[in-house]
């Protein structure tokens, strides 16, 4: 990570930081309200734009006219594997959400987030602040309660002292001290999985200590959100997948990762793939979802590590 060019001024005393708003500009919009009322000194995004609910293209169009600094998250790296002709996994039936987006954004849009960077370096000087969709050279990682201390010597590695790590990507707001060094996860802003339906971002406040977190949580109306997700083509087209979109968004709980394990507990097929989110057909899925009742799985939560995606 090059330190020489922070995006911001090391006089700026507070930033706004949103991330996670998976296609849904009513949350995005009810934060960006919040914020201007706010005062804050810069706004950034960490990535994780589209795909979930269906109104991508408005939220790239938002935010790309703000001129918000932004990271690209593992579902704009899903465009760029899809452009790729030798990448098989999002073409598959069982992801036609993400397919339906890459054809719905303008070449332009889809460029954009195809662009964005891995990592942002926000400030420098005494407390240094970078920003990353989940963990340093890895967009899926998974920075949680159960770090080994060697774990967290590897994500801070490369990191000068007292500085601050924001991350996303798990939707779950909390953070962590170790040794000079501080993570800081943030909410979702469109998707929560914490059973907190409200939109989530946080203010990063400097300190004498450093950059202290606030956590932001606004209602907003989902109804409307989910209503129009109900009628939209993104949910027609989107199958199995966009159906469990619109029930995480409707319980703010995950869905997918255990409707996952169901499946491949009643497929003798999904013990024969290597990836158990790749591979199955509409019918499969359609079949599996029949016999599926959230109620009746763990509550799955960032602290379980079993889980995979
Ligand atoms: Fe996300």
């Not at 703000?66 to 690209?72: A, K, S």
């Not at 509409?282 to 995606?309: C, D, Q, V, W």
Request: hydrophobic share 35%; aromatic share 12%.
């Amino acid at each position: 990570m090059d330190a020489t060019t922070p995006l911001f001024s090391p006089d700026i005393s507070s930033i706004a930081i949103l991330s996670d708003i998976h296609g849904n500009i009513r949350a995005l919009d009810a934060i960006l309200d919040d914020i201007t009322g706010q005062k804050v000194d810069a706004v950034a995004c960490n990535g994780d734009l589209i795909t979930s609910s269906a109104h991508a293209e408005a939220v790239v169009k938002r935010i790309r006219s703000l001129g918000i600094p932004t990271t690209r998250g593992n579902h704009e790296r899903y465009l760029v594997e899809l452009s790729d002709p030798e990448h098989i996994k999002w073409k598959q039936d069982n992801w036609a959400p993400i397919q339906y987006d890459y054809h719905m954004l303008n070449a332009g849009d889809r460029q954009w987030l195809c662009d964005l960077p891995e990592t942002m370096w926000l400030c420098n000087g005494s407390s240094p602040l970078v920003m990353t969709h989940a963990a340093p050279g890895n967009d899926t990682g998974r920075v949680t309660a159960q770090f080994s201390e060697q774990d967290w010597a590897n994500i801070f590695t490369d990191l000068p002292h007292r500085s601050t790590l924001v991350g996303s990507h798990l939707h779950w707001f909390w953070q962590h001290r170790w040794q000079h060094y501080h993570f800081i996860r943030t909410p979702s802003a469109g998707l929560p999985l914490d059973g907190d339906t409200r939109a989530g971002y946080i203010i990063l406040h400097r300190t004498e200590q450093g950059w202290q977190a606030e956590q932001r949580r606004l209602s907003y109306d989902l109804e409307g959100e989910l209503a129009t997700f109900r009628q939209s083509d993104y949910y027609h087209k989107g199958g199995v997948i966009a159906h469990l979109f619109w029930e995480e968004l409707r319980t703010a709980r995950w869905w997918i990762v255990p409707f996952f394990a169901h499946l491949r507990r009643e497929s003798a097929f999904a013990a024969t793939m290597p990836g158990y989110t790749s591979g199955y057909s509409h019918a499969e899925m359609t079949s599996a979802l029949k016999t599926f009742n959230r109620t009746l799985t763990p509550e799955y939560h960032p602290g379980a590590l079993s889980i995979s995606s």
